[in-house]
């Protein structure tokens, strides 16, 4: 039998609507910005719109058009927001850059884009002057800036973005089209191979948005005042500069400046009430906030993701600080986040300490999104809390085929994560590793995962990380690196024995390194290959 067709209007879901919709009801709702060159901007979403719709004339003016790519090199600032509604609004796609990609990887993904504009920050002048000249397809490099703060970048006609869009109308009507068209681009970090791209279409983006604002999710209203520290180059910083404008929070953006001191700073005087960012990032922010004695006068709240939250940082947090931790998983291929901490009012009423290990977990799927882990054979395991397998997802926001890609990476319909995980009967799922960093020993896996957050339980551990090093016997042995909190003596044989009381005997790692840094990547990850490029020799 034939289906009725609903009788509602087809209206199609548009990322310009967002920015008009927050112009409209929340104009007067403030936007803060810390300048590149330090002093903080403050304007409001009715100001961003009308920039937005210059920036979109300016693009038109140089000959954009509609499916035409615009490349962003750039922190969290208020030009890139801009830049973010008036590329997609007009029907073009946002192709934020990594920064932190090898310059031969920039070049290949500019190129592979085919971006037409580049936007900058000042900070990567240097980066720009080293790739200009392999990016032939760039027509304009866009400095995010004023005139006066415009670097001279040799053999780079560089133009100041405000002297660039100050002759275009705010005039500009945005046009309709097809939600399903693309609206922004991102790359993986591509550790093998060349970097992939996800292409987002705005009902993605926009139905992620919508999910985004929900009480049990990230709960943006004008009660809000968030702060995005996770990066705008990266997975759209979790989609956050999207969401805050529907709900119609305070946006706070830091710029350059991701440090303790500075990050601290800002949250007192913005009074944030909610942050996001990586777990790294917290755990300078709360290294500043111990050493120094200081408070959180109004953040109540930070969404941590991007890798695992150690639950002993999570008790920091909660306990100390009073600051609640929504613990969130998703990857460059999801658009934002799949799935985040959410509890049960049975779960509301355990122990603190049984909770903070609740919220160590990754979450429960946000509306939209399925989850499920399976064998090696592809079948579904059983949602019992300890059968691990891969993770496949699917849902709106999830990647259907790579950009340019030929063959598409799902199977029957899901997409293969990468990533190994249990989940349990209430659907909360836990990451066990990465499939490139599970460590196999005699025929049994260890989670590096699991590791690492019982190292950083210990109060001398400032960061752990743990890789697998080839044994003669057993495959694979745990090889521990450490990284001891500032003025702390802490040996060998006290960790190891610390980690025997905690995990399992054949868990414990046969080495420990002490470093005084690991490696952290541009999305804030430790990068595990350049430990095992140094260290991966073998055990004997
Ligand atoms: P890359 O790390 O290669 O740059 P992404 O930024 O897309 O790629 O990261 C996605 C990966 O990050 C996931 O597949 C997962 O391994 C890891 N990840 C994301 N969130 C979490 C989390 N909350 N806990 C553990 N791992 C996470």
New binding site residues.
């Given amino acids: 039998m034939m289906l009725q067709p609903g009788l509602m209007m087809d209206r199609p879901l548009l990322i310009s609507s967002i920015l008009e919709h927050s112009a409209a009801q929340f104009g007067d709702v403030e936007i803060v910005s810390r300048e590149t060159h330090g002093p903080l901007f403050r304007y409001t979403y009715a100001d961003c719109a009308v920039r937005a719709r210059q920036l979109a004339s300016a693009l038109a003016a140089a000959g954009l058009q509609q499916g035409s790519a615009v490349g962003s090199i750039a922190w969290n600032n208020h030009r890139h927001l801009e830049a973010y509604y008036a590329v997609s609004g007009s029907g073009m796609v946002m192709h934020t850059c990594?920064p932190r990609l090898h310059p031969q990887q920039l070049i290949y993904i500019i190129n592979h884009a085919e971006d037409e504009v580049m936007l900058f920050d000042s900070t990567f002048a240097p980066l720009v002057k080293g790739i200009a000249a392999h990016c032939p397809k760039v027509k304009h490099w866009v400095c995010l800036s004023d005139a006066a703060n415009l670097p001279v970048i040799e053999g780079v006609q560089a133009i100041a973005y405000e002297d660039w869009i100050a002759p275009h109308s705010s005039d500009f009507i945005w046009p309709e089209f097809d939600e399903r068209s693309g609206a922004a681009l991102c790359y993986?970090?591509?550790?093998t191979g060349n970097p992939k791209g996800a292409l987002y279409s705005h009902r993605a983006i926009v139905l992620n948005a919508i999910t985004g604002c929900l009480p049990g999710v990230l709960d943006f209203s004008p009660k809000q005042t968030v702060l995005p520290v996770v990066p705008m180059f990266?997975?759209n910083a979790w989609c956050i500069p999207y969401a805050a404008p529907i709900g119609g929070a305070k946006l706070v953006l830091p710029g350059p400046r991701l440090d303790g001191a500075s990050l601290y700073e800002l949250i007192e005087a913005e009074q944030v009430t909610l942050s996001a960012g990586v777990p790294t990032i917290w755990q300078a922010l709360i290294g500043h906030v111990e050493q120094n004695g200081l408070r959180f006068s109004s953040m109540r709240r930070t969404a941590?993701?991007?890798?695992?939250?150690p639950a002993a940082l999570i008790a920091k947090f909660a306990d100390v600080y009073d600051v609640e931790v929504r613990?969130?998983?998703?990857?460059?291929?999801?658009t934002a986040v799949a799935t985040m901490t959410s509890m049960s009012p049975a779960e509301m009423a355990l122990s603190a300490s049984e909770r903070h290990a609740l919220v160590a977990k990754?979450?429960k799927t946000v509306f939209g999104i399925q989850i499920k882990v399976v064998d090696e054979h592809g079948h579904t395991l059983p949602r019992d809390g300890s059968s691990q397998g891969e993770l496949m997802v699917r849902g709106q926001w999830i990647i259907q085929s790579y950009f340019k890609g030929e063959k598409s990476p799902l199977v029957d319909g899901w997409f293969p994560?990468?990533?190994i995980a249990t989940i349990d009967a209430q659907g909360l799922m836990q990451?066990r590793?990465?499939t490139k960093d599970v460590i196999k020993t005699g025929g049994e896996w260890i989670s590096s995962?699991d590791l690492e957050n019982a190292a950083v339980g210990h109060p001398a551990v400032a960061m752990a990380a743990v890789i697998g090093i080839k044994h003669p016997k057993w495959d694979e042995r745990p090889l521990l690196f450490i990284v001891r909190k500032p003025g702390q003596t802490l040996e060998k044989e006290e960790i190891l024995a610390f980690l025997t009381e905690r995990v399992a005997k054949w868990w414990v790692p046969d080495d420990v390194v002490f470093l005084e840094s690991l490696p952290v990547?541009g999305?804030g990850?430790v990068q595990k290959n350049d430990l095992r490029k140094e260290y991966g020799g073998v055990f004997s």
């Fill in positions: 990594n993986t970090s591509g550790t990266h997975i941590v993701g991007g890798s695992a939250m613990h969130g998983w998703g990857m460059t291929e999801t990754q979450g994560t990468g990533d990451i590793d990465r995962i990547g999305t990850k």
